[in-house]
């Protein structure tokens, strides 16, 4: 049950917290690929310039889901659910407060695509058309969160 044990590590990993250590690990590897995000505030960036930030998030994220439906027809389900973890952990997880701003629900619907369906299909190695559909529904939510998120305060 090689798959049970890296849900269980995934969640021990969640519960035990370390939650200096992780997010010490976030902010070096967020500095790393997205240095805008980490230093905007300090470099006093516009409001429109952050605002734009959680967008490139999203568009990474479905660059990955492109990854994982590849990962997933090669039959790599490891490697299909460690992405589907970095879709989560290292990237959603930063959209989720601005875009439960907007629209709560979206956020939470699509909070649970990402974190407990994609894991469990791939995990189930559910058939390709049916992960397909998901990340079609993924992707449809994410694109709902990029206009929200695009939309100005003064529109």
């Known amino acids: 049950m090689k798959n049970n044990d890296q ?5 021990e990993f969640k519960a035990v917290g370390g939650a200096l250590a992780f997010s010490s ?49 090669a039959q790599n389900y490891t490697g299909a659910d460690e992405l589907a973890t970095i879709a989560y952990l290292e990237n959603y997880e930063y959209v989720e407060a601005p875009l439960a701003e907007k629209n709560e629900e979206l956020m939470e619907e699509t909070e ?3 974190r407990e369906d994609l894991s469990t299909a791939i995990e ?14 993924i992707n449809g939510n994410l694109d709902q969160a990029k206009q929200l998120l ?4 003064a529109g």
């Open 7 to 11: 849900k269980t590590k995934q969640r």
């Open 25 to 73: 690990f976030v902010l070096l590897l967020l500095s790393s690929i997205h240095p805008v995000i980490v230093f905007s505030q300090v470099e006093g960036q516009d409001t429109e310039e952050i605002q734009r930030q959680p967008v490139k998030i999203i568009e990474d994220i479905q660059v990955l889901l492109n990854k994982i439906l590849d990962e997933y027809r």
């Open 112 to 114: 649970i695509m990402l």
């Open 124 to 137: 189930e190695k559910v058939p390709l058309d049916q992960v397909q559909q998901l990340m079609n529904n």
């Open 150 to 153: 695009l939309e100005t305060s």
